[in-house]
């Protein structure tokens, strides 16, 4: 019987009569399974992120200012406390394919990325959210629409229909 490498048990974290085994990694913040947050929640996130942030973006270490568009819509966003459904699935989808995808892999204070939270936000609507024509119509009722990527689509492709 061979007896095993300690190099071995030490690569895979395990404990050796001579070394002590790598200690847990603390989080530094109370970990909240996302699929348990509401979309409120999810709204309040993704808006204290923004209300904080918005104005720059880390770029490969450097900051950078935003895009003006972003930052008026960013300020147009309602407060979480009175936001509706429609400003919900208006912040969730500006951050998946709109103004906020400016900020889609950015993580909050949880560790968590913007578009994770946009993604399980959007879940409702099921897999192809952003597609659905409920969530769309519900956009159109947000108070920040005319701010949105959304309404400087469908915008364009009216200019495009009259031009035909």
Request: proline fraction near 6%; charge should be neutral; glycine fraction near 4%.
């Amino acid at each position: 019987m061979t007896k095993p490498l300690k190099w071995l048990g030490a690569l895979f974290g395990q404990a050796s009569a001579n070394q002590p085994a790598r200690p847990e990694p603390q989080l530094q913040y109370s970990a909240v399974p996302l699929a348990s947050l509401t979309r409120q929640e999810i709204y309040e996130r993704i808006w204290t992120w923004l209300d904080a942030n918005a104005s720059k973006r880390r770029k490969e270490g450097k900051e950078e200012p935003a895009p003006p568009k972003v930052i008026t819509l960013a300020k147009a966003l309602p407060l979480p406390g009175v936001a509706t459904d429609a400003d919900f699935d208006l912040a969730f989808t500006e951050v998946l394919r709109g103004h906020f995808e400016y900020f889609y892999s950015e993580k909050d204070k949880h560790g968590i990325a913007l578009y994770e939270y946009a993604n399980q936000g959007l879940s409702v609507y099921g897999e192809a959210a952003i597609h659905d024509e409920r969530c769309n119509a519900s956009l159109r009722t947000s108070a920040a629409y005319q701010f949105s990527f959304a309404y400087e689509s469908e915008q364009y492709s009216r200019s495009r229909q009259t031009k035909l």
